[in-house]
Every structure is written in C-alpha cells, then in structure tokens.
C-alpha cells in the first residue's frame, strides 16, 4: 500500500519548481500518495501554506549508512583514502543488525531533514564476525529496510558483490580478516541471497559490484545477469590506484572491462568516475550510463575532480549521492558539481540551473521511475526550502539550488505523507538518536 493511500491533502505554495519552470501560487493535491492536481495562479483557501519555494524531493544516490560514523573521526594526521578505509573497517566490525538498525534510522532521518525522498544504499555489510552468516543471511538489509521506513523516506536496497580483498598487477588477492563480514564467496551465492530479498511499495532491490578491485573479472557477467532489469551501481576509477592495477593486470581500464563484461548500460550508475580517459568518457555516454558524483566525498578523501560535464555533454546523466556522509546536503552536493567545473574550467555556468536540480533528483538511477518531479501522476514527494534565512534571503526561487542549504528544507513530504515540517523530524531529536547510536562505535578505539 502505498504511503497515504486513502487520503487527499492540499499543499500550497507561493512558487514551486515545476518540469516547465518557475510557477507561483501553486496548489498541490495528492491522493493515494500520487500527485492528483498541480495547479498554478491559485490561492491558498483550506490549503496547507508551505513556506519558500517547492521542489521535488531529492534522490541521494550513493549512500554508506555506516560511514555516518565517521564524521569528524578521520582528520588527524591528513591520512590517505587508505588510512582513512582502515577506520572505516574498524567501525564496520562493531556493528550488528541491531546497532546498525538504530545507526541507519538516524541517518536515514538525517537524510530526510535535508530533503531527500529515496536513498540509494550501496550495502556491502552483509554478515557477521568472521563472514558468518547471521540466521537470517539478510539480517542487516533487514535493518536497512526498518531504517528507511521508520525515517520515513523510500531505499533502494543495492546489494553489493564483494568478492575479492583488492587486485595487484598480479591478481586478486584474498578479503582479509576485515572484509570477511563484506564476502559470500562468489557470485553465485551473492545472487543466491539476494534473489531472497522481496520489494514493495517503500522498498527496491537492486545490485552493485563493489569495484573492480572487488569482483574478479569471470564474477562481473553474474551479477549483471543478477541484476537484469534492475539498478546495477558501481564504483568506478575513484583513485588512480585502481587504475593502474587494472590496466596492469587485465590490460584495459575499468570503464573498458565493465563495458566488454556487459555492466554499463541505462539501469547502471556509475560511481565517482573520477580518473577517466577520453574512451573511458566516450563509453559512459555511449552505453548511457548514469554517473553519480559525490562531490563533498570526493573532495574529502582527495579523489580528485571528475569530468562531469564531458560525460553529460557525452551522453551520460548525472546523479548526486552524499556517499561517506561527511555531510548530508544535497543540495550541497548540487552546488558542488557546478562549482568544481568552476575550479576546473576556471568558467562560470558550466550546468544550467534546471541540470543540477536534475542530478539531485534523479530517482530513475534508484528504480524509482514515477519520482523526482511536482506533475500529476508522479509521487508525491515534495521539499520546501526557505527563502527567508539568512542564507537565502533575497535569492530569486529560480536560483535557490546556490543558495540554500540542508539548514533550510523546512517540510519534507515523501509519498504524500509529512516526514518533516518546520525543520523537524516526525521521530524527534535526530542529534540526539545520531549521538546515541555512533557513541558506542568508538568506546575503547
């Protein structure tokens, strides 16, 4: 049943971002959690009055529920993104279907806050200490699925192949004692395990292959086939090391090995993309490949900056995902992809404005293809963001999206259904749930 099914709510709202544009004094109405009326040049009445402007709900396209606890753990001594995988692992390995229930809850609701209506999970946290199987093998995407309903937002469950410990120039090499809990030991038993997973109205199930570090070469057709029809995610060349032990060792780049093993296609998302030759470009756009950035990451772990507008002029579109959590502001995360093409390109207006709302609501990359836009028919997902802060005080509507920030989403509504209204979370003190469950990660680190 779809969230809000049997009611009919009326929003209004003084200017809304429509598929056509700007429009004012529009009213909303929605009934069995779809949009039933968008109406513009209206007046409030008996409507509820949303404050600012109106946009689509926004589809986070890369998320590590756990990595939330790592958010200002990291920094001492700079660090590499090597050093940084190894504090990543040690949070990974105190974690249990329950803590990371109550973890993921707070994350999601996070999430939320910000204004996003769907999350796209890249779950690699399979089981327990030592590879284990919990008595449900499914345990922790169990956790996920709870998480995401009770913070009231959609998943997509992209349940990720995590095979190998790394690759070499000579090979593949062993998970070690750390990624035990990440491996079903081929392929095969991946999909075996996931074929158990079931969707519904909240809930989609898609597939990942880790990296090409992480899935041998003769593993990466399985999981393609696995996930026939539905969102295939992927991280790509998101540091010249993997580059390099690919091209060493298989001969080619990554993008090339995916494409030639039949990965890439319009239901994959490519992930980072950061370090890419011209073909590599070239192949993404061909194959139509989506490619999600996750600038504040990116920037973070000093990946680099990707070439976000050669892949979308070559076809490739572009999504958004907050990935480590370092911050959770997809708005943030729109602004960035404009902003780094500043940096790189030294010009000014790289995206239109309408493209980075795009990115930020790209829900189709998730399997959410009714999402992501204020028209009839759609689901009615809707933000409110400010204009009134002082961050967005006197900003035109149109240009919101470099303006504002998390700070200033005010009413989250996700499937007809209020999650967020007057910057408040319907679950409570999302600090305080967020303080408890990352607290005990730490004790005795």
Not at 288 to 315: H, M, N, Q, S, Y
Request: proline fraction near 4%; charged fraction near 20%.
């Amino acid at each position: 049943m779809t969230r809000g099914e049997g009611e009919r709510r009326r929003w209004w709202a003084a200017y809304a971002l429509l598929p056509s544009g700007l429009a004012q004094d529009v009213t909303f109405e929605a009934a069995g959690g779809r949009f039933a009326a968008v109406t513009q040049d209206t007046v409030a009445g008996d409507a509820q009055v949303l404050p600012g402007v109106a946009l689509p709900g926004f589809a986070n396209a890369h998320s590590h529920a756990f990595h939330r606890a790592l958010r200002g753990r990291t920094h001492e001594g700079g660090g590499t993104f090597w050093t940084w995988r190894q504090r990543m692992y040690a949070v990974a390995a105190r974690l249990d279907p329950d803590s990371y229930l109550a973890l993921a809850t707070a994350t999601y609701a996070e999430m939320a806050l910000a204004g996003v209506t769907a999350v796209g999970e890249f779950h690699y946290l399979h089981h327990g200490q030592g590879g284990a199987p919990y008595d449900d093998p499914n345990a922790m995407s169990e956790a996920l699925r709870q998480a995401a309903a009770e913070a009231g937002i959609r998943l997509t469950l992209l349940d990720t192949c995590y095979i190998a410990g790394g690759l070499t120039r000579t090979g593949h090499i062993p998970l070690d004692t750390m990624q035990q809990r990440f491996g079903d030991g081929d392929a095969d038993r991946w999909a075996r395990r996931v074929t158990e997973l079931k969707e519904s109205d909240t809930m989609r199930v898609g597939a990942a292959v880790h990296s090409v570090r992480a899935v041998p070469r003769d593993q990466l057709g399985v999981v393609a086939a696995a996930a026939t029809g539905r969102p295939l995610h992927v991280h790509l060349s998101e540091q010249p090391a993997e580059n390099e032990a690919c091209q060493g060792f298989y001969g080619m780049t990554p993008t090339a090995l995916l494409d030639i093993e039949g990965v890439l296609g319009p239901l994959t998302s490519a992930v980072h993309a950061t370090h890419l030759t011209d073909v590599d470009i070239a192949t993404l756009g061909r194959t139509r490949t989506t490619v999600c950035f996750c600038p504040t990451t990116e920037r973070d772990l000093a990946d680099g900056i990707g070439p976000a507008r050669k892949l979308r002029d070559a076809g490739s579109p572009l999504s958004l995902g907050s990935d480590q959590h370092g911050v959770i502001d997809l708005l943030g995360e729109a602004r960035a992809l404009e902003m780094d093409e500043r940096l790189d390109s030294l010009q000014r207006g790289r995206f239109r404005l309408d493209e980075l709302l795009s990115a930020a609501t790209r829900h189709q990359s998730l399997g959410w293809v009714d999402a992501g836009r204020l028209e009839v028919g759609a689901r009615a997902d809707l933000v409110a963001v400010r204009l009134d802060s002082r961050r967005t005080a006197g900003s035109a509507p149109q240009q919101i999206i470099l303006s504002a920030t998390a700070a200033d989403v005010d009413t989250v509504i996700v499937d007809g259904r209020t999650v967020v209204s007057a910057g408040q979370h319907l679950i409570g003190d999302v600090g305080a749930l967020l303080q408890r469950a990352i607290e005990p990660l730490w004790e005795s680190s």
